[in-house]
């Protein structure tokens, strides 16, 4: 899966629907999350307003962890595929 930066500022969830982070930057294609990020952060992120740069506690997402992204939202699987 190839991240781009209008997902930047997604919510991402897993398996059973509970949020547990946002997407904060998109580096080469990468999503980066930062888990339970401050509102001010998130804002940031979903209205584009400066600099919202990854940082040391922002996680690459991996594309095998991803079941679908639909409007504005990651869902992540049960577990990473084999």
Do not use: Q
Request: glycine share 6%; net charge negative; no cysteine.
């Amino acid at each position: 899966m190839e991240f781009t930066e209008a997902d930047e500022g997604a919510s991402v969830f897993d398996a059973d629907r509970e949020k547990i982070g946002v997407v904060v930057e998109v580096r080469d294609g990468t999503a980066y999350v930062e888990p339970e990020p401050s509102l001010t952060e998130e804002l940031k992120a979903k209205l584009d307003w400066g600099s919202h740069e990854a940082d040391e506690d922002a996680y690459a997402l991996r594309s095998e962890w991803i079941d679908e992204v639909e409007d504005g939202e990651v869902l992540l699987r049960t577990r990473p595929e084999e």
